[in-house]
Every structure is written in structure tokens, then in C-alpha cells.
């Protein structure tokens, strides 16, 4: 079954910890996308990446990183996450131009 | 830069009613234009598309046309059910450079029995 997997679904930290929110396609899209979803402001882009080792900023990346090291995965990754980092998180891959994206379950971070 | 509209919500309807939910875009080019719904507790999901002018993508009764001239891909359902209660996304995907796709707000639809 085609899938955008992300692990774990629901996640309580304190802030400082390093946290890692994993994600995984197996569709072989080369392009994949991490976006946070807040009340009253939609999805919001955090990073993308147009290939392997290929990444760059979204609208809204500070305070996170990422990296692509194989095509499969895209692990975001909060070096020391905040509270105003708390947020619904969702991972997203697809082939490129004018394809559907398609999504992962989400992530619901909450950092206290 | 890229920017879309939508349709403030939340939206209250009746069982068979009529649902608009308007979308209008700014973009640089000519970007393919994508509807998303989530369903409580789920990711979003590919509702339906378009990817040229005029072009009218549908899909489980809801449909929406590429209008270029208006720079608008309004969704719409003759008759929504219980089971459309949800959150709606109009998301164009740019033509240029990093082709990403950006979101509206999202509407918030209810359907009452």
C-alpha cells in the first residue's frame, strides 16, 4: 500500500530535549515536505526537499532542521524545542509538477 | 509571493443543501490548482485537482473549474451529507522553482443531519 508514514503520532516533551519526528515513503517520490498545521493559519511550510542530500527552507523553518540522506526518509528534527513549537505536524511526499501530494497521519507535538 | 484565499468558516449546513467554498489564488505562472479535505483526526487527503485553464476536477460529487481569468477554483457539492463534515484545503501547487504547494487557512465544514 502506498504510504507516507510518520511515527510517533503523539509526542510530550519538555522544552530543551532534543526531539526527532520521523517520516517514511515508499512510493519512490523524490519530493517531500515537512508542514505545521495551527488554529486559524492552515498548513505551513517548515522544509522541503526536491531530491536526496538536495533540502531547502520553508516559510516558517527556524528552529528546526532536517535532513535527506535516502530518498525514503525525511526525519524533522527539533535540536531544543520550545513551547511555541507545540503544534500538529504532517509529513508529505510527491512525484514533483502537478501531482498530488500525498500525506502522513501527523505528529501532535506538545512541548511543555 | 504565493498567496490563496478561502472561504472563512466555520460553514454550517443541512443535509442536502447546496455547499460553495470560494478559493482565489495569486501565483507566479501558471500553478496547478488542488483540493484537500481532513477528516477529523486523519492527514489530509487528495480531494480533487486541476492543472489547466477550464480544466473541472471532480470527485465524490464535489467539483471545481480552473478559472485562469478569475484566478478562482471555487469547490462545490450539490447535495453534502453527514459524512462531509470536515476541513477543506484549496492548495495551488507553483509552476516555478520550488513547485511547492501552499494552503489556505482551511474551511471548516458541518453538516447536520
Known amino acids: 500500500e502506498a504510504q507516507v508514514t510518520q511515527n510517533p503520532r503523539y509526542l510530550i516533551t519538555v522544552t530543551g530535549k532534543k526531539l526527532t519526528v520521523t517520516c517514511s515513503q515508499n512510493m519512490n517520490h523524490e519530493y517531500m515536505s515537512w508542514y505545521r498545521q495551527d488554529p486559524g493559519l492552515g498548513l505551513r511550510q517548515i522544509y522541503y526537499s526536491m531530491n536526496v542530500e538536495v533540502t531547502d527552507k520553508g516559510d516558517v523553518p527556524e528552529g528546526y532542521k532536517v535532513s535527506r540522506k535516502e530518498k525514503r526518509n525525511f526525519p524533522l528534527i527539533l535540536e531544543s524545542p520550545s513551547p511555541n513549537q507545540t503544534s500538529l505536524y504532517f509529513c508529505?511526499?510527491?512525484?514533483?509538477?502537478?501531482?498530488?501530494?500525498?500525506f502522513g497521519q501527523g505528529t501532535r507535538l506538545t512541548v511543555v | 509571493g504565493d498567496s490563496v484565499t478561502q472561504m472563512e468558516g466555520p460553514v454550517t449546513l443541512s443535509e442536502e443543501a447546496f455547499l460553495t467554498i470560494n478559493c482565489t489564488y495569486t501565483?507566479?505562472?501558471?500553478?496547478?490548482l488542488f483540493w484537500y479535505v481532513q477528516y477529523p483526526g486523519e492527514g489530509l487527503q487528495l480531494l480533487l485537482k486541476?492543472?489547466?485553464?477550464?480544466d473541472k476536477g471532480s470527485n465524490k460529487g464535489f467539483e471545481a473549474t480552473y478559472r485562469k481569468e478569475t484566478t478562482s477554483f471555487h469547490l462545490e457539492k450539490g447535495s453534502v451529507q453527514v459524512s462531509d463534515s470536515a476541513v477543506y484545503f484549496c492548495a495551488p501547487r507553483d509552476q516555478t522553482g520550488a513547485n511547492n504547494l501552499f494552503f489556505g487557512t482551511g474551511t471548516r465544514l458541518t453538516v447536520i443531519p
Open positions: 501565483a507566479t505562472g501558471y500553478p496547478s
Open positions: 508529505a511526499s510527491s512525484f514533483g509538477r502537478n501531482t498530488e501530494a500525498f
Open positions: 486541476a492543472t489547466k485553464a477550464d
